[in-house]
């Protein structure tokens, strides 16, 4: 079994690496000095996000999907490090297809992690505060019961998705697989899509910069921990730097709780946009089925304990890095 003292000179797979938050882990890997390769079957990720590190010697991207059990034996053998991050996420694509959603998040990680386990190789999985479901107990502790709801509501088959994927990492690690499972909470930043169709930071920003109105679900009461993408990767490689880690499962999120109708007004006051707030049954949107959470928090007692992790940008400061950028695209 091979424990890490620094990412440094590091051969590292980054699975989903051409997404949001994974091609923010490949800037920080390779800024330390890491060798990078990505594989994403560019479903959901885009190029783009990783154009700057074209011609770099120590980066290469392999389309693929991770669900090609022999591009992933060829792949695993040659690298040291593996950040799963490859998956069908966000509310929209989930509901719009359940069955995809089920077989990339499922067969993908199982793929991953079996071709992991053959060489023993440092692995990080990416879950989801999505597993917490409905738990009553708040902020979300990684010991708490995850409360999910049936099986008829779509939406829960991304959180059992993630699930399989921890259960799995946790069947394997007590035979020797180095694996940490980290749950991220709500990650905003640069290179969101600016479809909305996964994030409402994403979302309000564009309808403020296009002078549309934000449409805020229900009466916006909902709190979530928006972490800006650079915490969120921070603490991914704190996770796989940590010989204590492995075996365990860490919340990575802000512990800054923000109303949702808060975040809206927060980005109209940031862009100056003179947009309205409106409000609109989320089961409209999502369907009758649709199940949405009041509160979505992060405790991160034991990321900070054991991997030496708290988020650190504040919303505003986040909220105004990510409007810049979005501006940079044109809205
Ligand atoms: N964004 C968040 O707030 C958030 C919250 C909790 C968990 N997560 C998890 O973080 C990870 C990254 O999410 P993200 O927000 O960057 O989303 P994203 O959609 O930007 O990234 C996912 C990437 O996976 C790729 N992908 C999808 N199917 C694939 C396949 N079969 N083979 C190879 N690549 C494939 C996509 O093309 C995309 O680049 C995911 O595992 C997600 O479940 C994200």
Known sequence: MTLLSTIENKRCLVTGGAGFIGSHLVDRLLNQGAGVTVVDDLSLGRTANLAHHLGNPRFSLV???????????????EHQVIFHLAAVVGVKH????PLNTLHVNVEGTRVVLMEAFKHQTRTVVVSSSEVYGKSRHIPFSESDDLVLGPSSAPRWSYAVS???????????APQGLPVTIVRYFNAYGPRLAGDGYGSVVAKFIVQALTGQPLTVHDDGCQKRGFTYVADTVAGT???????RAVGRVYNIGSQEHVRIVDLAQTILDLTGSKSKIIHVPARSVFGPNFEDINLRGADGTRASQELGFTAQIPIH??????ISWFKDQGY
């Open 63 to 77: 389309t693929g999907s991770v669900t090609d059990s022999r591009l992933l034996a060829d792949l695993v053998v």
């Open 94 to 97: 989930v509901l719009d297809d």
């Open 162 to 172: 993630k699930l399989y994927g921890e259960h799995l990492a946790m069947a394997l």
């Open 237 to 243: 490689q704190a996770a796989a730097l940590s010989d």
């Open 317 to 322: 400061q986040g909220l105004a890095q990510t």
